[in-house]
């Protein structure tokens, strides 16, 4: 969460009344062991993005525990619609695959591996992309992904302002992963249909005309 804004997104959360037995279970397991999923204002706003895009098909970069994935899954399986899901982590990978269980929701194809090397091997169409792995690798995700992109089709990227590290002092180790995501959003500003939020962790928004 942008520090700037943490007052306004603690009143967000506060208002937020989750009462899903299983969402609530998964918010707990990943606080509980320091799994980054994302947050709820944000896991809200990506609900609304789906609803209203009539979006049907969905690619997930980074799936961690399966907490956003069980969100997306849910709703595009009233249209018939797949998430398919990256997870480089194989201890994650089973954790999601039992949430997913779970969750009795049988429209997701998990991959185990490196989103580098599994999204180029795809050969599907999304309405739908959200990244949310590696920020080193957000453009390469982003460039491999975007080809299977149906038109008007949305790529939905979380944490690309980086906990404001890209406009504020840093520790020297993230130094090249502050270079690389600011120069991925002139790059997205300059070359696509782009919009950065300043909400959550800083989302960018894609979208895909022809
Ligand atoms: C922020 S978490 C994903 C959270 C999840 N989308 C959610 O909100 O519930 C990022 C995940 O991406 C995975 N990851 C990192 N680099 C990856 C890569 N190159 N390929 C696939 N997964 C990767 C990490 O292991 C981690 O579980």
Redesign the pocket.
Known sequence: MLEELKEASEYIIKKIKEEDPLILELEEFARIHNV???TKEVAKYLEFMIKTHNVKNVL??????G???ILMARLIEKNGGVLTT????EE?FNQAKENFAKAGLNNVKMILG???CEIEKLDDNFDFIFI???KG?YKKFFEDSYKMLNDRGIVFIDNIMFRGYLYKEYPKRFKTIVRKLDEFIDYLYENYDFTLLDFGDGVGLVYKTK
């Open positions: 980054p999923i994302v997930e970069v980074g799936t961690a525990i907490y956003s994935g990256i997870e480089i982590d994650r490196d989103a580098t949310d792995a590696s690798q």
